[in-house]
């Protein structure tokens, strides 16, 4: 599912030169590291162009407008586990290691915890790339983790008048929590060690 924001990434080039795909690299490798560095005020498109080396029709041709790229950039950076174990149909009561073990690895990358403040520290002032990451990257990847939920419900995992929506908000709020807001430096291994608890605190421990 593709909003209207990132169309011009996803279409056809139609004639001319074929889609370079090192230019796509560059640029979302550049537009990730502008906001970053600098935040949503620091990644315009002239100077994602500037650092991807490419001109700024380039980016234009690709995407419609800089909140397009930055969330792609964001969304490529973080990967996709939930879509990778649905595709492989990985067992129900397999899922839980899966995406944790996924997400922990994720997370305690160098350049997360400041990833995260900036794309929440961006709502303010840009609510538009919020927004766009929303609607074109997390609602996908919640609707797989939801369609999870209700087949544990009907499994009787989990408990039936679960809502499936407040389950992910509270395993979204508690990764943020976590990673922002408490102090001390995150490992994989007490990452991973979280994320267990939260589960098992959700009555989800053996049915995500």
Same mark, same amino acid.
């Not at 397009?68 to 649905?86: C, F, L």
């Given at each position: 599912?593709?909003?209207?924001?990132?169309?011009?990434?996803?279409?056809?080039?139609?004639?001319?030169?074929?889609?370079?795909?090192?230019?796509?690299?560059?640029?979302?490798?550049?537009?990730?590291?502008?906001?970053?560095?600098?935040?949503?005020?620091?990644?315009?498109?002239?100077?994602?162009?500037?650092?991807?080396? @490419?001109?700024?029709?380039?980016?234009?041709?690709?995407?419609?407008?800089?909140?397009? @790229?930055?969330?792609?950039?964001?969304? !490529?950076?973080?990967?996709?586990?939930?879509?990778?174990?649905? !595709?492989?149909?990985?067992?129900?009561?397999? $899922?839980?290691? $899966?995406?944790?073990?996924?997400?922990?690895?994720?997370?305690?990358?160098?350049?997360?915890?400041?990833?995260?403040?900036?794309?929440?520290?961006? !709502?303010?002032? &840009?609510?538009?790339?919020?927004?766009?990451?929303?609607?074109?990257?997390?609602?996908?990847?919640?609707?797989?983790?939801?369609?999870?939920?209700?087949?544990? &419900?009907?499994?009787?995992?989990?408990?039936?008048?679960?809502?499936?929506?407040?389950?992910?908000?509270?395993?979204?709020?508690?990764?943020?929590?976590?990673?922002? @807001?408490?102090?001390?430096?995150?490992? !994989?291994?007490?990452?991973?060690?979280? $994320?267990?608890?939260?589960?098992?605190?959700?009555?989800?421990?053996?049915?995500?």
């Amino acid at each position: 599912m593709q909003g209207q924001s990132t169309k011009r990434s996803r279409g056809q080039n139609g004639p001319g030169r074929p889609r370079s795909l090192a230019a796509d690299q560059a640029i979302l490798r550049a537009a990730l590291e502008l906001f970053i560095e600098y935040g949503i005020d620091g990644a315009s498109i002239e100077q994602i162009a500037a650092r991807a080396r @490419v001109a700024r029709t380039t980016l234009y041709r690709r995407w419609s407008s800089k909140e397009a @790229v930055i969330a792609q950039a964001i969304a !490529v950076a973080r990967g996709a586990p939930e879509r990778q174990a649905a !595709v492989n149909r990985v067992a129900l009561r397999s $899922l839980p290691r $899966l995406l944790v073990n996924a997400l922990a690895d994720t997370l305690t990358t160098p350049d997360s915890p400041k990833l995260a403040a900036r794309l929440i520290g961006s !709502v303010p002032s &840009c609510p538009e790339l919020m927004a766009v990451y929303w609607n074109n990257y997390l609602v996908p990847r919640r609707e797989i983790i939801g369609k999870v939920l209700e087949r544990a &419900c009907a499994e009787g995992l989990i408990r039936e008048d679960s809502d499936p929506e407040i389950l992910l908000d509270l395993m979204g709020g508690a990764i943020i929590y976590h990673l922002l @807001v408490r102090p001390g430096n995150r490992g !994989v291994r007490e990452m991973r060690t979280y $994320l267990f608890k939260v589960l098992r605190q959700l009555g989800l421990g053996e049915a995500l």
